[in-house]
């Protein structure tokens, strides 16, 4: 029986809950309009004006530089989009097809790459790919693929695991072959997923920027990349701003189009529960299918992560643990000790994770409240579209002026951070939220409890444990943000892969081995606070 | 002890419910039985004060209940579906409305206790809600909404997602329980079983009016009208008048002369077999036989039917 329209246990109109309603819109938009709007305006004067006049911006954007950057961005992320798809696939297959004893643990394991520092992975790749072949367009492929498999595993896979056998047995008693059944029935069904993990895969690799300024090497540079280079290297702030801007049109469109291709191929469909479509392997074939896909995927993304701690403890003579005594040591590369980084990095991401809950768990409750905007939700994802560099960049030509002169503000490092985290928080506390039922707090209502009771004993314990969840993913990014932070952080003052970047810059031996050391440290500490958040994820809590 | 009254609830011009009136007495239990969309819900959520009306009033001892939030009625209510808290175990969940009245442990601890052993789940105290059956989720609903003594308890459909074997035992579970507990309720169902089992008075609903309140008997004796009669499963009307199919007596025919119709299908439905009889004037005419030895399909039969087993309809 459907149920009624016009419950009455929220309390509307009343003084309260307009204050947590002003609170919930207010704070999201304030900080939104200083620490994001306000510096891509000046990003956009910068790009439009030169010497206080109008200028256009045509003689750049015609610029064949300008041209070959873009073309490679564009393609290299086609290209990143579809070899992680077929990289991912047999894995997304077994995970959605098959219980097997310790599904869940893969599931977790195969997330670490995805939340790893980009400067973690890079330097992976350096240990791992051969001389020759350590930088350029190949290596930067299979570094987007081992980061974004996890994407696909996951989106996919956990649709396919809430998708009804029945169906393609049905389909099977009809006539149809194995190969008719996932052409005909399995795959117009995974459509939508399949586009949407697609779309998120695209839109990583486009905006890509610690893999492609450290694998890239000469001539292969995104448009992230670029605005970098000409930003610090050659000091052109003009034509930073105007790539930030294509940039920003690009990422736009991408968004756009996602969206319509998600729409356009929406099933509608009963979706089952996991344990009613799941079976164990049964035949020798099909466990063979299992354990290969589950294998070759775990030597993919393991031995990278092998590789690199061993380069980590490697020295000319053997093996010990010299690059990390090193740490402690004052080094030319850095104006501070190594180790100082470790501490600089905990405390960064510390701040930034409170900041990202306190604006991204507020904004949560006014997305997913009664009369939550679209608008407001999609506001809260721009951060993600405009990129991390862009971010950064716009910090630095926004805030040098006083009064606003906060670039060696030691907030302004966590602020940035905090923005790039916020759209996660969002996207994993609003579903929470929503997917309360309603009837629970009815329930609750009928047995006397009064409506700040019910916030208090339904919507606190179970918006709680995603509000933990969210402070995982937000200090896991925090601590590996590198984009924005590049910009920002203070000489005397690096984080883990600043620090890690700046010995990538020097020769030697030392600098390389130290550089592996600190990436290990930091891959640690990430990897230890995502299982942690495994440990408390919601069953059912969306694909991150 | 509880009286709705003239309730009217609209939603989008359309009346969901339309001037219902239904009373119910201390310690009696009305069943209100209706197809799906006739009402039954919304009643009941206006009843515990989770829907708002249009008009009329609901009283509790005389007193209108419209001043007073859902939380203070002292109404229990069991969802369809049962909405447990998936946060809580099964502990969590009974004693949830005893905290809310602000019981001191040893009380709460004592209540639970009752509670799971009168539906059976001792044991059960610190399992996940998650891992129960659907009839042990269920009891727990059950339990939940009786352990801070309501002065009336309602259920909606509370058995209408178990399979019937299961459905029929938790019936029997509730008509011991309701009996022993003397409990005021009003129990909403679509099954006929149901609601002559559990309720002392049944009020029928359709299209968002009450249309029949009568104990099972007397409904069963006398049907209002033709509808609810055939929505009791009497689909034998002629000429105003109903006929029991118990009272039509079927019997082979001896030459095709003395026909009277020719046997369409045969069903058994339990302890009883019935046929359907094709008459000469073209009418069907439904028949309950007891005996094993019945006419087979495309049979010519006699049929008799006792004078005893005819209602006029009003």
Redesign the interface.
């Known amino acids: 029986m459907t149920r009624p329209p016009g419950g009455g246990v929220r309390p509307h109109g009343s003084d309260p809950a307009k204050l947590w309603r002003a609170l919930t819109y207010g704070v999201p938009l304030g900080f939104l309009a200083v620490f994001f709007v306000y510096p891509l305006v000046s990003i956009l004067e910068r790009g439009l004006r030169s010497d206080g006049a109008l200028t256009s911006p045509l003689d750049l954007l015609t610029d064949p530089l300008t041209r070959e950057v873009v073309w490679f961005t564009v393609w290299q992320a086609l290209a990143s989009t579809v070899l992680t798809i077929a990289v991912a696939f047999p894995a997304a297959y077994v995970v959605g097809r098959y219980a097997f004893t310790g599904r869940s643990v893969v599931r977790a394991l195969i997330t670490i790459p995805f939340v790893l520092p980009t400067v973690v992975v890079a330097l992976a790749f350096i240990a791992i790919l051969p001389d020759g072949l350590e930088r350029g367009w190949a290596a930067i492929l299979i570094a987007h693929a081992f980061f974004n498999v996890a994407v696909v595993v996951r989106v996919v896979g956990t649709f396919w695991a809430s998708l009804d056998r029945r169906v393609t047995e049905a389909a099977a008693t009809l006539g149809a072959g194995p190969w008719q059944r996932f052409r005909e029935v399995t795959l117009p069904l995974l459509a939508p997923s399949l586009a949407a993990a697609a779309a998120i895969v695209f839109l990583f690799s486009f905006t890509s920027f610690g893999i492609v300024l450290i694998l890239g090497g000469p001539g292969y540079s995104t448009i992230e990349a670029e605005i970098y280079n000409q930003a610090v290297r050659i000091y052109d702030l003009r034509a930073a701003a105007v790539l930030s801007l294509v940039q920003l049109l690009c990422v736009g469109l991408a968004v756009w189009v996602s969206l319509r291709l998600e729409s356009r191929l929406a099933v509608r469909g009963q979706l089952r529960a996991e344990r009613d479509v799941l079976r164990r392997p049964r035949t020798r074939g099909e466990k063979a299918l299992v354990a290969g896909s589950l294998g070759a995927l775990g030597v993919f993304l393991g031995l990278p992560l092998a590789v690199l701690v061993e380069r980590s403890l490697a020295t000319a003579s053997g093996h010990d643990f010299g690059a990390y005594r090193a740490l402690a040591e004052p080094t030319p590369a850095l104006l501070a000790a190594p180790w100082e980084a470790i501490v600089n990095s905990i405390v960064y991401a510390t701040a930034a994770t409170l900041i990202a809950l306190v604006v991204g768990g507020l904004a949560a409750f006014a997305v997913a409240g009664p009369g939550g905007t679209r608008i407001l939700d999609g506001l809260l994802m721009l951060p993600l579209g405009a990129s991390a560099v862009m971010l950064g960049f716009g910090f630095v030509i926004a805030f040098d002026e006083a009064p606003l002169d906060f670039r060696s503000a030691p907030w302004i490092v966590p602020v940035a951070q905090a923005l790039v985290a916020i759209p996660f928080v969002v996207r994993i506390v609003a579903p929470t939220l929503r997917a309360i039922d309603e009837r629970q707090r009815e329930a609750a209502a009928m047995l006397g409890a009064s409506p700040g009771r019910v916030r208090r004993e339904i919507d606190v314990p179970i918006v709680g444990r995603a509000l933990a969840v969210a402070a995982g993913f937000a200090f896991a990014i925090s601590l590996g943000e590198f984009g924005a932070t590049v910009f920002l952080a203070r000489p005397d003052r690096p984080t883990l892969p600043v620090a890690i970047f700046r010995f990538l810059g020097r020769p030697g031996e030392l600098n390389a081995g130290q550089a592996y050391a600190l990436a290990v440290v930091l891959m640690v500490v990430t990897a230890v606070s995502v299982l942690l958040v495994e440990r408390i994820r919601l069953r059912r809590g969306g694909w991150l | 002890m509880l009286r709705v009254e003239n309730i009217t ?1 609209c ?1 989008a011009e359309l009346a ?1 419910l339309d001037a219902v009136t239904l009373d119910v007495a201390g310690g009696e239990v009305v069943a209100v039985l209706g197809p ?2 006739s009402g ?3 009643l009941l ?1 206006v009843v ?5 009306l249009d008009s009329g009033r609901v009283l509790l001892d005389g007193e209108d209940l419209a001043p007073t ?4 009625r ?4 069991v ?2 579906d049962h ?5 809580k175990d099964v502990w969590g969940n009974i004693a ?2 005893l905290r ?2 602000g019981g001191t442990r040893p009380e709460i601890e004592r209540r639970v206790r009752e509670l799971l052993e009168l539906v059976g789940l001792t044991g059960f105290e610190h399992r996940s809600v998650a891992t129960l059956s659907g009839g042990e989720q269920q009891r727990v609903a059950l339990a ?2 009786l352990a ?1 003594e309501p002065r009336v308890l309602l259920l909606d ?1 509370p058995l209408g997602s178990l399979d019937r074997r299961l459905r029929d035992r938790l019936l029997d579970d509730l008509v011991g329980l309701f009996a022993e507990l003397r409990i005021t309720a009003i129990y909403v169902t679509h099954d006929q079983a149901e609601a002559f089992a559990l309720g002392d008075r049944v009020a029928v609903m359709r299209e968002g009016r009450v249309v029949q309140t009568e104990t099972p008997d007397a409904l069963w004796a006398h049907p209002a009208d033709e509808d609810v009669a055939r929505f009791l499963g009497l689909g034998n009307v002629r000429d105003g008048a109903i006929v029991r199919p118990e009272a039509v007596r079927v019997t082979a025919a001896v030459g095709e002369e003395e026909a009277d119709g020719v046997v369409e299908s045969v069903i058994r439905h339990g302890p009883t077999v019935r046929l359907r009889v094709r008459l000469a004037d073209g009418e069907l005419l439904e028949a309950a036989v007891a005996s094993l030895d019945h006419p087979a399909p495309g049979d010519s039969v006699t049929v008799d039917v006792d004078p005893d087993g005819i209602v006029r309809l009003p």
């Open positions: 609830v939603f969901a799906s969309g039954k819900s919304t959520r515990a004060g989770l829907q708002r939030p859902p939380h203070r002292g109404i229990g209510l969802f369809q909405a447990l808290f998936q946060h949830f409305g809310m009245r939940r909404a801070p459909e």
